[in-house]
Structures are given as C-alpha cells and as structure tokens.
C-alpha cells in the first residue's frame, strides 16, 4: 500500500468507525470538520494537508468521501458503523442486486440471513464482478443474488449511497440464492 492509500484506510476508520482515533466527533449526518480533521491526523504522525485531503477524496476508487460545498466538512458517503443518518436516498432497486461473501460465513447466512453484522445495513452490489470483489476481502468468495424487486414489491426499503452501493436492513434467507459456478 502507498502512502495516500494508508491515509485513506485511516480515513476510513475516522469516518465511519472510530472518529475517536483522531480525536474528532461527527455530527448526526456524519460530517466532519475538515480543518479538525486536518488537526487530528497530524497529530497521530501521519501528515496530511487540504491539498493531500482532496487528493484522496477525488482520486478514491470508490468514490467513498464527500464534501460539502464550500469543503469545509466531509463525510464518508456509506459503511458506517457509528450511528449517523447520511441522508441516503431511497430508491427503487434493480430486480437483482448481489452479495460478496465467504464460504466460512455461509451456515451462519443460510440460517439466519444477511445481517449487518458491525455496519448500519447490509451492503449489495449491482453486479456478480463488484460483488466477487467485497467476497474476496473475506476469504474464499461466495456470491449471493437476492431479489430485491420482491423485498421492494413487498416494502423493504433500499437505499443508493452517493457512490452507488445498494443498502438494505437485512435480506431474509427467502429472497437469495447462491450463484452457481466458479468465481
Ligand atoms: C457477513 C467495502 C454471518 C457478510 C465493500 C459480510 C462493501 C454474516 C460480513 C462494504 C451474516 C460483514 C461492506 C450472518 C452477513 N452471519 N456472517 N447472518 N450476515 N454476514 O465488511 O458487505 O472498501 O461489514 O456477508 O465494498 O463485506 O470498505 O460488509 O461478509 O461495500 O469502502 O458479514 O465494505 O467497502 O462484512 O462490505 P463487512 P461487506 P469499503
């Protein structure tokens, strides 16, 4: 891992999990200020400057941060942990969406379902490749197809973060299914 990709696994963790780790607070929609921010990560010995921020904010793959608009505060737009109302959008979902997962984790979701487990909602991706990606973090990938025009048709709510992962409560065992074949 690079420098700027260190920096942002650390920013990561500040905004979504442990704003305690540089020493800053969110506010209930999750923003941070970015000249505390700035503060809070040098003073852990990682250096970082406005110009280094926007950088990482620009450059990330998936697009995980926002400013507002004068970028005086950021936020992550999905993944938290930490109880914060993002303002998602609810919207309607594609009749399909997927789940990255791993086989040492799959009794537990066959008995159980999908749970948000240490975040604020299960994550889904729009297709099987994204999907491989997140199973891939976790060990031997799984992949999920749920059916997500049903849960919608019969009133779960979806959300669309600001970088385009779908997000749910949870996914009960009935509404997914493995995909078959290799990853
Ligand atoms: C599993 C990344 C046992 C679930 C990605 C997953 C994503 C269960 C793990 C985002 C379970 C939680 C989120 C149950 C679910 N029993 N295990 N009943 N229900 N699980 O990391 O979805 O790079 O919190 O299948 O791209 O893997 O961080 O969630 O394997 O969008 O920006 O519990 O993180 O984005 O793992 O990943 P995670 P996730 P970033």
Not at 2 to 7: A, E, F, R, V, Y
Not at 36 to 49: D, K, Q, S
Not at 127 to 146: C, S
Request: aromatic share 8%; glycine share 8%; with cysteine.
């Amino acid at each position: 891992m690079n420098k700027s990709d260190k920096l942002s696994v650390f920013l990561s963790l500040v905004l979504r999990h442990q704003p305690e780790a540089a020493n800053i607070k969110l506010d209930k929609h999750g923003w941070a200020n970015v000249e505390e921010l700035l503060e809070g990560v040098n003073r852990t010995g990682r250096v970082i400057n406005k110009e280094i921020l926007e950088e990482i904010v620009a450059k990330d793959k998936k697009q995980r941060y926002s400013f507002n608009e004068d970028k005086t505060l950021i936020r992550a737009n999905q993944g938290h942990s930490v109880p914060v109302d993002v303002e998602l959008k609810e919207q309607e979902p594609p009749e399909f969406l997927y789940h990255g997962t791993a086989t040492r984790f799959m009794d537990s979701i066959e008995k159980e379902g999908l749970k948000p487990m240490g975040r604020l909602y299960v994550h889904l991706s729009k297709d099987v490749e994204t999907a491989k990606i997140v199973g891939k973090r976790h060990g031997d990938p799984v992949i999920l197809q749920v059916h997500s025009g049903v849960m919608y048709r019969e009133n779960c709510k979806f959300y669309l973060s600001e970088n385009g992962v779908w997000l749910t409560e949870k996914v009960d065992t009935k509404y997914f299914g493995r995909v078959k074949g290799e990853y």
